[in-house]
């Protein structure tokens, strides 16, 4: 699994991108937790907590990507609607 940035980011973004850049990584370190927590879970045979863990691996590595490409979206677990407006 990749959860990482592998292009950079453009020059001349200012604070703004800087603060969107650490936001972006920091959704990674949490999403990168969560998996570790939801194969533990896995291993243990706890398959409630395996399902909870990897939802949340994939909401913050999907607000990951949108936070690194500039689009704001709303502050909830569901970010259907951000998707729709881009897709």
């Not at 800087?18 to 959704?27: E, G, H, K, P, V």
């Not at 990168?32 to 398959?47: G, M, P, Q, S, V």
């Not at 399902?51 to 909830?76: D, F, H, M, N, T």
């Amino acid at each position: 699994m990749v959860l990482d940035f592998e292009a950079g980011f453009e020059a001349g973004g200012g604070i703004r991108a800087m603060n969107t850049r650490r936001m972006a990584l920091d959704y990674i370190k949490r999403a990168r937790r969560c998996f570790k927590e939801a194969k533990l879970a896995f291993n243990d045979e706890d398959y409630p907590m395996t399902v909870r863990r990897s939802q949340e691996c994939v909401e913050l590595s999907l607000k990951a990507v949108l936070r690194s490409i500039g689009i704001e979206y709303p502050r909830e677990h569901d970010v259907g609607k951000a998707l729709e407006m881009y897709l």
